[in-house]
Nanobody, 132 residues
């Protein structure tokens, strides 16, 4: 079981854009909600976005809404996070995650709760740095 993530560039100036991708394997993609988390130094891990692969419903944290867009390609078992208008405060290690309980993921994204690590699957973190 694996969730791998990659980012184009990894380093960008404020106002720029990056695209993250997460390729999932080892489970039925359509049965899971796939999301993106991030963790900055000294802070708890926070959920920023998620998508229900089965119906395409998307959710965003207030901190990224309007700037980030999540999408999925079910044929490739891949979820993307397009990040636009990046800010220095977006600097963090980003993780993709999958959970069969969609309510948990959606709750974390929409309420802003942090420090929860109970997802079914975690991808390896990828550093995203936004310079001012």
């Amino acid at each position: 079981l694996r969730c791998s993530c990659r980012v184009w560039g990894g380093l960008v100036q404020a106002g720029g854009s990056l695209r993250l991708s997460c390729a999932a394997s080892g489970f039925n993609f359509d049965d899971y909600v796939i999301g993106w988390f991030r963790q900055a130094p000294g802070k708890e891990r926070e959920a920023v976005s998620c998508i229900s692969s089965s119906d395409g419903s998307t959710y965003y944290a207030d901190s990224v809404k309007g700037r980030f867009t999540i999408s999925s390609d079910n044929a490739k078992n891949t979820v993307y996070l397009q990040m636009n208008s990046l800010k220095p405060e977006d600097t963090a290690v980003y993780y993709c995650a999958a959970d069969q309980d969609k309510h948990t993921m959606i709750l974390l994204v929409t309420t802003g709760l942090t420090g929860y690590y109970g997802m079914d699957y975690w991808g390896k973190g990828t550093q995203v740095t936004v310079s001012s």
